[in-house]
């Protein structure tokens, strides 16, 4: 059964390159591993509404039994992207969002769902800060984000 | 990990998340009280009622299991140790070993006495831990006239406490199959895979005709083929069994063993019931997994974490390791857990200050030229100076042996010069440093005298071929290197050991014990350090002088482990 991804990408892509909700657009979809996505935030002063967010999705060959590796992705040349303040994204472009590890992933899930749940995470949020001990998170981590245990399941922030 | 960020949680699964923990948590409520009522129901019923248990487990030798809560031996007052303290936190009820407890004293009798430090114990194969289930599953499903297939499920879902589960069950049949899965429903609608037309699996996208499909009663339907991939993904990858959720989204749905038998691929039953199993010796209080890599046993034994401040439960696996069974942590007699983890932590955040002293070079105390440790022995020789010295208190090695000599034993200096605050700590410092020395210097021994066995091994291997002497006549080195070994591991524990004990008229046998199994171990390291074209003299004086430590050690840890029971040890901390 290798390779049960194939499929589905190639049917969520042909929905994606249709109609997406306001504020998610498709960068790029060049194959079936990686995928590039645009975020904007609509209605939140933290994050004006022209600036858009990069967020990478990379796809093993068991999604979508396997949740996808999302990050954030920093752009330094033209168009520049940069990586959005929030308690709960580090600024390596690491995001703690339990719908992306294993106990929380349900593979009904898919990438235009979890761009709306980032999106909606960005939208409601109300701190202009990193999570706590990102400086040191960002200089030692070198796990993959499906490895990293945080610890906490806070529904609050 | 350095990061303790809350994660958040996904907006869209957030609402049904919560609307599922609050009931959940009532639950824990109502089993807790249940489990309450239970310890007083088995209270006063246990004297009364020593219920005889099928002896048909599959084991070789029934009466070790049976006694081995009864003959616990943990002197007078371990008699009334059914008699649960009103206060205790961990509800800790355990019936086999209380029904086992109660009877069988003969077996007791005739067996040989145990030492103070032993305890009983079982090793089991994965073979005889599934015999074990089957035993208990025929026995419940008995009672309750469920097949044993309900039955499993049943025992599973109450983490196999067989007393909760009859007492639920007799309190509320239908609502104790519903939380289990085994509703009316189920037997009446037994699940089964559903051929649909025009249907999407909202995983694959598939929607052709014919499309195999199957969902439990919560109605999250996916295609088969989708199905088993998530079941594999959670039985091989994330090593889930007994407790699989629903693949839907945000669906708290545990996945029952109807289902799962249903789905799950042939290729994968064998290690889902693996799986299975091991959530049975984590589920049972008096069952735990050999901590060695790759081992495939469990051991039983009837300590509870109650008695841990007065015993310290060393276990032996069939693989040859031996582990504490309240921490599984490797065998640490003749120390308490308690104060194991304290000294370990202590160690740990002292590390910078003790670092320096484990180092292998050291200065000779006379001549001042370095001097490296390459082998387990304390005796020191200069090879300057030809000074003879002890490594550990850089004494004269001369000295060691006379019976005024003391190097275990940390002399408090007088009152008079610890009077202000400075010379206090400094003190207390010294004094953790004697003790961690020496406790440092047993695990880095123990370490050197195994270099020094596989180097000997070699050359007994070479000496073998050209001399004609036989592989047994070169056991003795083999004898030697594990008696080192398991002395030194005692010594190390001893002095984690006398570092939190507190001056009485015991600590003084105490510590001539611990001379002595130290001047013990001394010899004999220095006799296996040997050039090895001198061991096969030496062999005769070397099994005796293994002998000797073994019995040495066998006091030692005797007369520790009766105190520890009888509860003459004084602390200078709390045994919590
Ligand atoms: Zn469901
Ligand atoms: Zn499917
Ligand atoms: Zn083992
Ligand atoms: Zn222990
Ligand atoms: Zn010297
Ligand atoms: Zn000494």
């Known amino acids: ?157 | 990990m350095p990061i303790a960020t809350r994660k958040r949680k996904a907006d869209s699964t957030t609402a049904s998340a919560d609307a599922t923990s609050e009931p959940q948590r009532k639950l824990t409520k109502v089993s807790k009280a249940l489990q309450k009522d239970s310890i007083s129901q088995e209270q006063a019923a246990l004297p009364a009622t020593p219920q005889t248990l099928t002896s048909d487990k599959g084991m070789d030798s029934d009466d070790d299991f049976n006694s081995v809560a009864s003959s616990m031996d943990l002197g007078e007052e371990m008699s009334s140790s059914v008699d649960f303290g009103a206060g205790e936190s961990d509800v800790d009820i355990d019936d086999d070993y209380q029904d086992d407890g109660a009877f069988d004293a003969t077996a007791k009798d005739l067996a040989p006495k145990r030492k103070h430090f032993e305890v009983e114990f079982k090793v089991y194969s994965p073979q005889d831990i599934q015999s074990q289930q089957d035993t208990q599953i025929a026995e419940v499903a008995n009672l309750l006239e469920q097949p044993s297939e309900a039955t499993a499920i049943l025992l599973r879902h109450t983490r196999w406490n067989k007393e909760r589960l009859i007492e639920q069950y007799m309190d509320n049949q239908e609502q104790m199959l519903d939380k289990a899965g085994l509703g009316q429903e189920i037997n009446q609608n037994p699940p089964r895979v559903v051929v649909k037309n025009g249907f999407t699996c909202d995983i694959c996208c598939e929607d052709g005709p014919g499309l195999e499909t199957f969902a439990m009663n919560c109605n999250h339907r996916f295609c088969t083929d989708c199905y088993r991939q998530y079941l594999t993904q959670k039985i091989k990858d994330e090593g889930e069994a007994a407790r699989i959720k629903c693949p839907g989204d945000g669906c708290r749905k545990i996945i029952d063993a109807k289902s799962l038998d249903l789905l799950v691929p042939n290729e994968l039953t064998d290690r889902y019931h693996q799986l299975l199993m091991r959530t049975y010796v984590d589920d049972k209080e008096s069952l735990k997994w050999c901590p060695a890599p790759n081992c495939v046993y469990a051991v039983e034994c009837g300590v509870k974490k109650r008695d841990l401040n007065k015993i310290v439960p060393t276990v032996h696996c069939e693989c040859k390791q031996s582990f504490c069974f309240g921490c599984t942590l490797p065998d640490h007699q003749p120390c308490p857990c308690v104060l194991v983890k304290r000294w370990i932590k202590k160690c740990e955040d002292d590390s910078e200050t003790a670092n320096w002293i484990s180092a292998n070079t050291k200065e000779c105390p006379k001549c001042n030229s370095t001097i490296e440790k390459n082998g387990g022995c304390n005796h020191m020789t200069c090879r300057k100076c030809k000074n003879e010295f002890c490594w550990m208190c850089m004494g004269l090695w001369s000295e060691h042996g006379t019976s005024w000599y003391n190097c275990n034993r940390f002399e408090e200096r007088s009152g008079t010069d610890a009077r202000d605050a400075q010379a206090k700590s400094r003190q207390s410092l010294e004094r953790y440093l004697h003790y961690y020395n020496r406790y440092a210097n047993h695990e880095q021994s123990a370490r050197l005298d195994k270099d020094i066995f596989h180097k000997t091994e070699r050359k007994m291997t070479l000496l073998q071929s050209t001399s004609g002497m036989s592989w047994i006549e070169v056991q003795f080195m083999e004898a030697a290197s594990q008696a080192l070994q398991q002395c030194r591991q005692t010594l190390k524990w001893t002095y984690a050991f006398a570092y939190y004990l507190a001056r009485n008229n015991q600590t003084e046998i105490f510590e001539d014990n611990q001379k002595d199994l130290e001047m013990a171990v001394e010899n004999l390291s220095e006799m296996f350090e040997k050039p090895t074209d001198q061991l096969a003299g030496l062999k005769v004086e070397m099994m005796d002088k293994t002998t000797y430590c073994m019995r040495r050690r066998v006091i030692l840890l005797d007369d520790t482990a009766k105190n520890l029971k009888e509860e003459t040890w004084k602390f200078n901390v709390e045994l919590r």
Not at chain 1, 47 to 70: G, M, Q
Not at chain 1, 87 to 95: A, D, F, K, R, T
Not at chain 1, 129 to 146: L, M, T
């Open chain 1, 1 to 157: 059964m290798a390779g049960m991804s194939g499929k589905r990408l190639q049917k969520e892509l042909a929905k994606i390159q249709g109609v997406l909700p306001p504020g998610i657009t498709l960068v790029s979809a060049p194959d079936l591993q990686t995928w590039h996505m645009d975020l904007r935030i609509l209605d939140n002063p933290l994050y004006p509404p022209h600036d858009h967010y990069r967020l990478k999705f990379s796809f093993s060959k068991n999604y979508p039994i396997e949740a996808p590796e999302v990050v954030f992705l920093r752009l330094t040349t033209d168009p520049r992207r940069d990586i959005p303040i929030h308690p709960h994204i580090y600024s390596n472009g690491i995001i703690c969002l339990d719908l992306l590890d294993a106990q929380g992933w349900s593979p009904v899930h898919n990438v235009e769902s979890i761009c709306i749940s980032i999106q909606s995470m960005l939208a409601s949020n109300t701190k202009d800060e990193r999570p706590p001990g990102d400086a040191e998170f960002v200089r030692s981590n070198r796990a993959r984000p499906r490895d990293i245990n945080f610890l906490y399941h806070d529904p609050s922030v």
